[in-house]
């Protein structure tokens, strides 16, 4: 009947354009494993920071252009944003963002370009994160993460009080 039709329509668009829950919980573990590391606590997923992610990711997959948005410009929240040519699973782009932590340095800390994302995953005072994924005509995929309180403050002191050197 017409309800099934509209079941198999929604089932069918959800697993393209949505980051499946169990994407969702696999970046998050990725993010909570290394975090461990760092003596920091885990962080929680969070519906309406999922939602946004997810918004936000089938926009950059429309217009294919990896920039940042509005609303982590002006502070409302912190994002960390990845595309790929291929549908890249959870773990490898928390893995491609924390290896940043290379050119970060732990004697001298701050802001850098170069660390961004790294420093986005381990921020000791982010309590929640959302997540988002959408496929492109192309193939590729962009994910988009989202932070809660964000992370990368650049207030004298912070660095030193949120990215803590890795425990031993």
């Known amino acids: 009947g017409k309800n099934r039709a509209g079941e198999d329509r929604v089932q069918r668009r959800g697993r393209k354009d949505s980051a499946s829950k169990q994407f969702a919980e696999e970046v998050l573990k990725a993010h909570n494993d290394y975090r461990k590391k760092h003596g920091v606590p885990p962080l929680k997923l969070c519906k309406k920071l999922n939602r946004g992610a997810q918004q936000y990711a089938e926009e950059l997959a429309t217009t294919r ?3 940042h948005s509005s609303e ?8 960390n944003l990845a595309w790929a040519s291929y549908d890249q699973p959870g773990k490898d782009v928390a893995d491609r963002w924390y290896s940043e932590i290379k050119n970060y340095s732990f004697q ?3 802001f850098s370009s170069g660390t961004g994302h790294f420093t986005a995953m381990v921020w000791k ?3 929640k994160m959302g997540v988002g994924k959408a496929s492109a005509s192309d193939g590729s995929t962009f994910v988009v993460a989202r932070y809660d309180p964000a992370g990368n403050v650049v207030n004298p002191g912070y660095y030193e009080e949120n990215v803590l050197p890795p425990r031993k």
């Open 65 to 67: 252009v990896l920039k």
């Open 72 to 79: 982590s410009a002006n502070g409302k929240c912190g994002e």
């Open 108 to 110: 001298n800390p701050g």
């Open 125 to 127: 005072n982010t309590k």
